[in-house]
């Protein structure tokens, strides 16, 4: 699978390596230099902020039950931001940790 960064012009070296060096964290994989989501990626140095917000998602998009999740809210620049959403607190913290000491400030 050939995987694009999200941002034009700005890419990472060895994308292939990166991605079979990145740690699996739910449906995403994050490494040192990017996060791997949908056939795409953002390089970490992109990123401007990160945040952990909590919410619930609804399968069925109606009322009723809906799963406890955790969002990733990050700023790299764009109009809007991009959200990653995991279910579990740990995963939401461990992707933030290699976030935040790896992007730029």
């Not at 990017?34 to 009322?63: D, H, K, W």
């Not at 809210?73 to 809007?80: E, H, P, S, T």
């Amino acid at each position: 699978m050939a995987w694009k960064s999200i941002l034009e012009g700005r890419t990472i070296d060895n994308v292939r390596e990166d991605r079979r060096d990145s740690v699996r964290v739910e449906q995403y994989r994050i490494s040192q230099q990017a996060v791997y989501f949908n056939g795409q990626y953002l390089p970490l140095s992109c990123i401007r902020e990160a945040s952990v917000v909590e919410s619930s998602f609804s399968p069925t998009m109606s009322c009723g039950k809906s799963i406890p999740v955790f969002k990733i809210r990050i700023d790299y620049g764009a109009d809007k931001p991009l959200i990653l959403m995991v279910e579990k607190r740990k995963n939401a913290d461990a992707m933030m940790e290699i976030i935040e000491a790896h992007k730029t400030t």
